[in-house]
């Protein structure tokens, strides 16, 4: 349990003047916090887990007071190379506010999990071919920007005018809200997923099929927030 305190701060419920963010054109706001989400997430951030990264600073939420940034920071864990764990990214940062084109105020609060993953084959026994597939999980608050989203294609690869193979290609986002511990996320999932396929050296061999994923990496649960309660 916290110490109950009480502060003044600066007038809007924070003891800095929260950093005003510039909204870029393209991005979109979603699943914004409240004021008041936004001050539970400052005050009582305690910590943060997504698979093996965890981020917990040592104060309580009074403390902020004096350190209006004894909670800001992040963990890693795990690694993104091709074929291994993934890589599990933790942080916390200072909550911004930001306005739209009609200069409505709203909040942004710091608290941030990605996980990225990808897998890789190669096989050079016949022909030259490769493919990889690429999950990217991410939660963070307010705004995101929208990516145009690519259906499975797969290409003619030439040289000097013959075919000499196939190359295909995919990507996808998916935006959902998600609230964690009461808290509001965006939950931006990227799907990634190239390859190749060359035939042997000789002409008369047949060109390869187009290159398909094998599947994505897993999805990892979702994180774990914790809050200070009095």
Not at 38 to 50: G, I, L, P, Q, R
Not at 206 to 216: A, E, H, L, N, R
Request: proline share 7%; hydrophobic share 30%.
């Amino acid at each position: 349990m916290a110490q109950s305190f009480t502060a003044l701060g600066k007038g809007n419920g924070f003891p800095i003047c929260l950093p005003i963010k510039e909204m870029a054109d393209d991005e979109i706001i979603f699943n914004d916090p409240t004021l008041k989400e936004t001050m539970d997430a400052y005050w009582n951030f305690k910590s943060v887990t997504f698979g093996g990264a965890t981020f917990e600073p040592d104060n309580e939420p009074k403390d902020l007071i004096c350190d209006e940034t004894l909670n800001v920071g992040s963990d890693s864990s795990g690694d993104d190379g091709p074929n291994e764990s993934g890589q599990f990214v933790v942080s916390n940062a200072v909550p911004q506010i930001f306005f739209d084109e009609k200069k409505v105020k709203y909040y942004k609060h710091g608290i941030r999990m990605s996980f990225t993953a990808r897998t890789l084959v190669e096989d050079n026994s016949a022909g030259e071919r490769s493919k990889g597939s690429t999950i990217i999980v991410n939660y963070f608050s307010a705004l995101y920007t929208e990516e145009e989203n690519e259906p499975y294609t797969c290409v003619d690869e030439t040289f000097q005018g013959d075919v000499v193979g196939k190359s295909a290609s995919e990507r996808t986002q998916t935006i959902s809200s998600v609230t964690i511990s009461g808290i509001p996320f965006i939950k931006e999932v990227i799907k990634i997923f190239s390859g190749t396929a060359f035939r042997d050296s000789d002409p008369d061999d047949p060109i390869p099929p187009c290159p398909t994923s094998d599947g994505y990496p897993v999805e990892p649960e979702e994180p774990t927030l914790k809050l200070h309660t009095y």
